[in-house]
C-alpha cells in the first residue's frame, strides 16, 4: 500500500497439483462461474466492531475478534477447488493453500495462513465487481477485467506493493498483516487499476501522488459498498485494522481522505503524503454527486490521463469526464471540489 515505499495481460492458468486438485492445462477453456463460501473480514475488525482498542498480539485469535468474521460467498472461480478465479489468482509461499470442499472453504481464522489467500481473493474480486457495477464492461469501456495474481506471505516487511510489469500484488506480514485488511487490498488494487488504464502511470511526483490517493479512495468506497452498513469508525480512515500496528492516536488510521491539505502551500514532495491532497477533492466530489456518479467519473476520467500527469492536467480531465457524463451541473461540482484544494 506503500505506506514507504511502492513499485511502479491476462494470466493463464497453468497445469498444477494441489493437494490432489488439478488446474485445467494451459490453453483450455476455463468458465469462471464457480462459487464457494468463505469466511472474511468484512471489510476490517475495527471498523465493523467499531473497537479502536483492538491489537494484533502477533496473529493470535482472540476472542474479541469472533463477531467480525464473515461468511461471504466467493464469485468467478474455475470451479478447480483452488483461490484461481477470473480477477484473481492467489499464490503463498507459507502453509498449505486454501482449497475448498463441496464448494466451501473451511472458516479460517487471522491465525491461519489461508485466512489471508482468502482475504486476497474475496477483495480484488469485489473490487473489480464494484467497477462492473459502475458499469464498467457493461455501459462503459472495461476497467482492469484481467487475472491479477495474489502474492500472500512472500514479503515479511510491514508494506504491500503492486508489481505493473509483473501484474501482481504483494501483501506483506509485518505488524498486523496486510492481507488481513480489505482497505489494504483494495488500495494496492487501485494501482492496478491505473496501470489497466494508463500502463506505466505515476512516473513523476503529481501522478504518483494521484496514484497512491486514488488507492486510498477505492478501499474506502469499495468496502463501504460491500459491507452495506455504515461503518463504525470514521468512514474518510484508510486501513483502521492494519494501523493499528503503527499509530498511537484514536481513530488509527493510515491516512484519511478528508484532510484540510492545500495545493500547493502543503506540497511535501512525498507521493503518500501529497496524495491526501487529491483523495480530498475526490472525496469532495463523492460528497456532493453522491457514489455512483462520482466514483464513475474519477475513474472513466483516468483514461485520459498521461503516466506523467500533472495535479492540474488531471483535474481537468476530470472535470470534462463528469461533463461528458452528467452535464454541467456535475462538472461545477467538480470543479469546486478541486478549486477547494487548489489544484484548479
Not at 464448494?103 to 487471522?110: D, I, N, S, V, Y
Not at 468506497?221 to 483502521?240: F, N, R, Y
Not at 484514536?250 to 478528508?258: E, Y
Request: with cysteine.
Amino acid at each position: 500500500m506503500s505506506r514507504r515505499t511502492h513499485t511502479w495481460g491476462v494470466a493463464v492458468v497453468a497445469s498444477l497439483a494441489i493437494a490432489g486438485v488439478t488446474l485445467p492445462a494451459q490453453g483450455a477453456p476455463v468458465p469462471f462461474d464457480h462459487t464457494a463460501t468463505a469466511t472474511v473480514f468484512l471489510p476490517n475488525p475495527v471498523q465493523t466492531l467499531g473497537d479502536e482498542s483492538l491489537t494484533d498480539r502477533k496473529d493470535a485469535d482472540y476472542a474479541a475478534l469472533a463477531p467480525a468474521y464473515r461468511r461471504v460467498t466467493l464469485t468467478d472461480l474455475d470451479g478447480s477447488g483452488t483461490l484461481t478465479g477470473a480477477y484473481a489468482r492467489v499464490k503463498s509461499s507459507t502453509g498449505q493453500p486454501a482449497v475448498s470442499v463441496g464448494g466451501a472453504f473451511p472458516a479460517f481464522h487471522r491465525d491461519a495462513d489461508q485466512f489471508e489467500q482468502v482475504m486476497g481473493y474475496h477483495w480484488v474480486t469485489t473490487a473489480q465487481a464494484y467497477l462492473q457495477h459502475l458499469g464498467f464492461g457493461s455501459t462503459l469501456r472495461p476497467v482492469n477485467q484481467r487475472q491479477i495474481e495474489v502474492r500472500v506471505g512472500q514479503f515479511g516487511g510491514d508494506n504491500s506493493f503492486f508489481n505493473e510489469d509483473k501484474a501482481n500484488i504483494t501483501l506483506g506480514k509485518g505488524g498486523v498483516d496486510d492481507g488481513e485488511d480489505a482497505e489494504v487490498i483494495v488500495h494496492e488494487y487501485g494501482h492496478s487499476v491505473q496501470d489497466g488504464q494508463v500502463p506505466g502511470f505515476g512516473t513523476n511526483l503529481e501522478s504518483g501522488a494521484i496514484g497512491e490517493a486514488f488507492g486510498d479512495y477505492l478501499a474506502v468506497v469499495v468496502t463501504s459498498w460491500a459491507a452495506g452498513v455504515p461503518t463504525k469508525t470514521p468512514e474518510a480512515c484508510v486501513a483502521d485494522w492494519d494501523s493499528v500496528s503503527y499509530t498511537s492516536t484514536v481513530p488509527h488510521c493510515l491516512r484519511r481522505l478528508d484532510g484540510a491539505k492545500h495545493y500547493p502551500q502543503d506540497v511535501r514532495g512525498e507521493v503518500h503524503a501529497d496524495g491526501e491532497i487529491w483523495s480530498r477533492a475526490l472525496w469532495d466530489i463523492r460528497t456532493a454527486l453522491g457514489d455512483t456518479r462520482a466514483s464513475t467519473l474519477i475513474v472513466e476520467a483516468q483514461f485520459a490521463f498521461a503516466p506523467d500527469t500533472s495535479f492540474r492536467d488531471a483535474a481537468t480531465a476530470t472535470v470534462a469526464a463528469a461533463r461528458r457524463l452528467y452535464g454541467a451541473a456535475a462538472a461545477n461540482a467538480v470543479t469546486r471540489a478541486f478549486q477547494a484544494r487548489g489544484i484548479l
